[in-house]
């Protein structure tokens, strides 16, 4: 079993700032990928930024500049720190991770349960 716990959604105004963070436990012989998702009322759920193992990292275009994800491997923690917010980055966000749990296991999704960040204009 894997748990995935994020913290630091929010209410903010527009032009602020806010850290979230999401820590991987539970079996976890290796997590490949880690991600954050977003997704606003009546819209799909969609990827925010990506970061691999090796601290490669993507992000969506409308929020390149802005956002920026990283990791602490040791901590099995992944942050997005989020800048300059916007009124439409408002939306419920979420954490994944590409998890394999023992040495045969076969690789795994795992969603964090949302947090919601809600900017002000």
């Known amino acids: 079993q894997v748990q995935l716990v994020e913290s630091g959604g929010g209410l903010v105004q527009a032009g602020g700032s806010l850290r979230l963070s999401c820590a991987a436990s539970?079996?976890?012989?290796?997590?490949?990928?880690m991600g954050w998702y977003r997704q606003a009322p009546g819209k799909q759920r969609e990827l925010v930024a990506a970061?691999?193992?090796?601290?490669?990292?993507n992000y969506a275009d409308s929020v390149k500049g802005r956002f920026t994800i990283s990791r602490d491997n040791a901590k099995n923690t992944v942050y997005l720190q989020m800048n300059s917010l916007k009124p439409e980055d408002t939306a419920v966000y979420y954490c994944?991770?590409?998890?394999?749990?023992?040495?045969?296991?076969?690789?795994?999704?795992?969603w964090g349960q949302g947090t919601q960040v809600t900017v002000s204009s």
């Open positions: 970061i691999t193992s090796g601290g490669s990292t």
């Open positions: 994944t991770a590409q998890v394999i749990e023992s040495k045969w296991a076969v690789l795994t999704d795992y």
């Open positions: 539970g079996s976890l012989f290796r997590i490949d990928a």
